[in-house]
């Protein structure tokens, strides 16, 4: 799983097909990894760079690289492949539902949802729009190794609305009925109301949509790739991660903002030009947005490994290896 740490003159490692170009043991290497996963550039590949790219590595696959072949131009051919083509399927994934165009897509819902004075309608429909995003997301990025029902995605993409929309309505109904706040204070604390909606719809969604790897568990590797069975400890591991993860995403996304505004709006420079306020915003927004993604997702290893002795007796029958390999997922 780790890169090779020589690097030429480029600063790129030795080329490893579908292996990470950094050091995934470490936070930084991976946060660098998924730097590169989110990079927006790759939005702007054309299908004769795609093309270009998906031949330069079937190349390398079958030794027959033309002189003169850097690494570098190897990292990036395989960046631009991961990043449009679905790694089981294939099939190209839609540009707003690529994890590339995960930020820039997103900004704008994120902008919506952090507006001041929302009102009933405005804050079902960004709830909506913010879940409905965020479901198709999940659904292009899904593991397809495994069939797995539409209708397990329609119960997680139904039950994220729900809990997002319920709990938003709710907590805005609250704050507008508090006494003791002034409007000022109120509509501080009303901006902070989607971060407690949207990290409990997040962890919902992916319980809903994954809690078949509960009961039926996740294949475990040894440190070559074999399969050594499937374990429901590890998938519950794997949950746990994943969860973290989704439920911490939303921290500096929802709750940075509203701290950064609340002070640049009392500023001469923005009281002078109010119509600067939403552009002030959107910019603000965009700057937390990628700057959560990639540690939110580096948190854990996407592939970790698990003592065999915590694992279910017919694992630990299975394979003499002291550990294990299972794939979180994102």
Known sequence: MAAVAKVDADGYPTFQLGKPRFDQSTFFGRYRHFLDVIDPR???????????????????????????????????????????????TGEKILMPFRMSGFVPFGTPIVVGLLLPDQTMVTTIFWQWLNQTHNACV??????????????????GYVGA?????????????????????????????????PFPA???ANVFNLIL??????????????????LVGSSKIAAKHALFETAVTRAFLPVPILLLPPLVMSMV??????????????????????AAFGFALPI????????????????EPEIQAATQELSVIYNKGL
């Open 42 to 88: 790759t939005l702007f590949t054309t299908k004769e760079g795609l093309a270009q790219a998906g031949q330069l590595l079937e190349d390398y696959k079958n030794g027959n690289l033309p002189d003169g072949v850097t690494n570098k131009q190897l990292w990036e051919a395989q960046k631009i492949k991961t990043a449009i083509l679905h790694p089981d």
């Open 198 to 200: 949207v990290a409990t």
């Open 265 to 286: 709006e009392r500023t001469a420079w923005l009281l002078a030009r109010p119509r600067m306020v939403i552009p002030m915003h959107a910019l603000v927004c965009t």
């Open 296 to 311: 939110a997702i580096a948190l854990f290893p996407q592939y970790s490994e698990i003592s065999t002795s915590k694992l």
């Open 161 to 193: 609305v729900t809990s997002a929309v319920g709990i938003a309505v709710g907590l805005n109904g609250l704050v507008k009925k508090a006494r003791g706040f002034s409007p000022t204070t109120r509509m501080v604390v009303q901006r902070f109301i």
């Open 138 to 155: 999940n659904y292009s990025n899904r593991n397809a190794t495994k069939p797995t029902p539409v209708s397990r995605f329609v119960q």
């Open 209 to 226: 949509m994954r809690n078949n790897e509960l009961l039926e568990g996740i294949e475990v590797t040894d440190k070559e790739g074999h």
